[in-house]
C-alpha cells in the first residue's frame, strides 16, 4: 500500500524520510522522526501508528535499529500484516515486513538507507526508489522527492498515488514536515511544497526559530 525511505546525509548529519501511498495522509500515518534518535516509517496491510512511535522510544533508551524493530514486532501479534522501517543515528537501518502484507513487499537496507514497501506494482519500485535517492544531488529534501517520483515511475503503489510526504530533522535546523494529504498528482504537489519552503521569505524566517542546538532562537 506504501513505500517509504529512511535516510542520514553523511555530510551534514540530517535524517530524512519520504513515503507515497494510494491512501489518505501518508505523512501523518506513516512517518516519524526525531533528530536525536533516528526515522521509522510504519505501514502495511493493516498499520500500526504505535509501531512507529514506538520504535523511536527504543532507540532512545539506547537500543540500535535492528534490536528496537525486533522489540516492537515481537510483542505485537498481528505483526504479519504490517510493516515497519527504522533507521537510528548511527545510520544502521532494519526492516520487517510481515508475511501477511499484500504483495508485492520488498526492501532495501543500504549504507545510509532503508527502502522499503508493499502492495507495489513489481519489485523493482524499490531499487528505483533506492537510485532515485542515491543518483541524485542537492538539497535533501530535492533528492527524496526524486526518490519518490523513480520509484512511481517505476509503477509505484499498485493502485495509484493519493498522498505523499517529506520529513527532515536535524539538531541545527527546524523540522521540515512537508504533506500533501489527498491529489491526484501528490508528487507534483510535493514538488511545489519544497520550492515554496526554499523561498527566501519562508526560509528566511524559518532561519530565525529554535533548534536543539539553538533552544532559544534568535532573539
Request: proline share 4%; charged share 20%.
Amino acid at each position: 500500500m506504501t513505500f517509504s525511505i529512511l535516510v542520514r546525509d553523511p555530510e551534514t548529519g540530517f535524517l530524512g524520510a519520504a513515503a507515497a501511498t494510494g491512501n489518505l495522509c501518508v505523512g501523518g500515518w506513516v512517518l516519524r522522526g526525531d533528530a536525536r534518535v533516528g526515522l521509522s516509517a510504519s505501514q502495511g496491510h493493516m498499520p500500526s501508528t504505535l509501531w512507529g512511535e514506538d520504535v523511536l522510544l527504543a532507540m532512545g533508551r539506547g537500543l540500535n535499529a535492528k534490536s528496537a524493530v525486533s522489540e516492537v514486532v515481537n510483542a505485537d501479534s498481528a505483526r504479519g500484516k504490517r510493516q515497519l522501517l527504522a533507521l537510528d543515528r548511527d545510520s544502521d537501518g532494519a526492516v520487517f515486513s510481515g508475511d501477511e502484507n499484500l504483495p508485492v513487499v520488498s526492501e532495501i537496507i543500504a549504507s545510509n538507507c532503508v527502502v522499503a514497501g508493499n502492495m507495489l506494482e513489481n519489485r523493482s519500485v524499490i531499487n528505483a526508489c533506492h537510485f532515485g535517492f542515491a543518483s541524485s544531488h542537492g538539497p535533501l529534501e530535492s533528492r527524496l522527492l526524486n526518490a519518490l517520483k523513480q520509484a512511481s515511475d517505476a509503477g509505484g503503489d499498485a493502485r495509484g498515488l493519493q498522498s505523499a510526504a517529506i520529513l527532515v530533522v536535524s539538531e541545527v535546523a527546524p523540522p521540515v514536515d512537508l504533506r500533501v494529504d489527498y491529489s491526484d498528482t501528490p508528487l507534483t504537489d510535493l514538488g511545489r511544497l519544497i520550492q515554496r519552503a526554499k523561498g527566501e521569505k519562508y526560509a528566511l524566517w524559518r532561519s530565525t526559530l529554535p533548534t536543539r542546538k539553538n533552544p532559544l532562537g534568535e532573539i
